[in-house]
């Protein structure tokens, strides 16, 4: 299926359609005192643009594992069902990955070769969670492929139709007998066991950090606590040791690549945005603050 050119216009509608997915999440973790930080690029645009970084099309929260335990069950009771759809594998049984996205509904965004996935779609931030990485060597290498095979086993049903080879195709197609139930609660079992106590480092779970020296997680004091940073105009929770964990993913942070290295927006091949502003979003945020 062809891929959508995203325009300027429609990349920032994005970011707004985005922006209430987040003030969603801080409402929901303010009303229940839930500590989470904004994540990833988008930690990185509140500290250098004090928004969305200007070619960005998505948004990152993270947990912890105790708190994203607290926030789902908050969800049950304070998600905005009639706008909102917290998903993950309990919340819909076709979705595959390894970490959660709240999705906006009424929206539509698939990504190109993923037509074919039956979870449900639409404008999403992904929200990623920390579990404990164990502390020796050889345990933490266990846990690391571990890890992998778990990711290419959930991977199977997309790899198995966009993997470039027929030999991985035919791999993936073997994966994807496996039980995605079983594995979901294999996932469970490793997590509570080493989350039982503190660690070095923590990771997200089944998906790889970015960053050299990242290859098996991070400090894990980097997002012990959180504090309110300035984002698009609203105060988000951030890891108050966010200067550490941003150069331990992309080191000199507050220089912005050159040109042609900006990644630009995905390429669906389906799109479809609600209209909002930021003065309305501004509006809503106020209310609820």
């Not at 106590?197 to 990242?214: E, M, R, S």
């Not at 091949?269 to 209310?287: F, G, M, N, R």
């Amino acid at each position: 299926m062809n891929s959508i050119n995203i325009s300027p216009e429609d990349l920032r509608l994005m970011q707004l359609n985005e922006l209430e997915l987040l003030a969603e999440v801080d409402r929901i973790c303010r009303k229940n005192n839930i500590i989470y930080s904004l994540d990833g690029g988008s930690l990185l645009g509140a500290v250098r643009h004090k928004g969305f970084i200007p070619w960005d099309d998505d948004a990152d929260v993270i947990f912890t594992r105790s708190e994203y335990d607290k926030f789902f069950e908050a969800c049950k009771k304070d998600l905005n069902t009639e706008k909102f759809f917290l998903q993950e594998h309990r919340t819909d049984p076709f979705y595959r990955w390894g970490y959660s996205k709240l999705r906006l509904l009424g929206t539509e965004f698939v990504r190109s070769g993923q037509e074919h996935m039956k979870y449900k779609t639409g404008i999403c931030i992904d929200v990623f969670v920390n579990d404990n990485v164990p502390d020796g060597c050889l345990s933490r290498r266990l846990h690391h492929a571990i890890h992998f095979c778990i990711r290419k086993i959930l991977y199977s049903e997309l790899g198995m139709v966009e993997a470039p080879r027929a030999f991985q195709r035919g791999v993936y197609k073997l994966l994807n007998k496996i039980s995605v139930d079983r594995v979901f609660n294999i996932i469970r079992k490793i997590y509570t066991h080493y989350n039982a106590h503190p660690t070095k480092l923590i990771c997200h779970t089944l998906f790889p950090t970015p960053g050299v020296g990242n290859k098996y997680g991070i400090d894990a004091s980097f997002l012990a606590e959180s504090e309110d940073v300035e984002f698009e105009g609203m105060l988000f929770m951030a890891s108050t040791k966010r200067h550490e964990y941003l150069t331990s993913l992309y080191g000199d942070y507050m220089t912005p690549p050159p040109a042609e290295k900006r990644h630009g927006p995905s390429y669906p091949s389906k799109l479809a945005l609600l209209p909002v502003t930021l003065d309305e979003i501004h509006a809503e945020y106020d209310q609820n603050n």
